[in-house]
Nanobody, 125 residues
Framework: EVQLVESGGGLVQAGGSLRLSCAAS????????IGWFRQAPGKERELVSC????????YYADSGKGRFIISSDNAKNTVYLQMNSLKPEDAAVYYC??????????????????WGQGTQVTVSS
């Protein structure tokens, strides 16, 4: 059974930092692309960043470039999203999803993928 479990969300002041974790199981973690998406109320779900766990390629949406860092620990089957200099507009439910195609140029979702339950990030101004 594929499982993706996010953690690390919470309430932070603008300018602060959070590190999200996505613990994965039930699929070939070391040969997969994994992405972080977010969805704010009234908005569509959007990709924040993704990583290819096989070669370490990463991709960032403009919203997170220069502020967010995605990484993976293949020994722990876990992907992290370090979020710095948080802004009120970063507030959303953050989800991890796999598998997906991820390279330095972009990403693509497959017909079938799996999602975690999400973790809430709230940023106060």
């Amino acid at each position: 059974e594929v499982q993706l479990v996010e953690s690390g969300g919470g309430l932070v002041q603008a300018g602060g930092s959070l590190r999200l974790s996505c613990a994965a199981s039930g699929f070939s973690f070391e040969d997969s692309g994994i992405g972080w998406f977010r969805q704010a109320p009234g908005k569509e779900r959007e990709l924040v960043s993704c990583i290819s766990t096989s070669d370490g390629s990463t991709y960032y949406a403009d919203s997170g470039k220069g502020r967010f860092i995605i990484s993976s620990d293949n020994a722990k089957n876990t992907v992290y999203l370090q979020m710095n200099s948080l802004k009120p507009e970063d507030a959303a439910v953050y989800y991890c999803a796999a598998p997906l195609y991820c390279s330095g140029l972009g990403f693509a979702r497959f017909e079938y993928d799996y999602w975690g339950q999400g973790t809430q990030v709230t940023v106060s101004s």
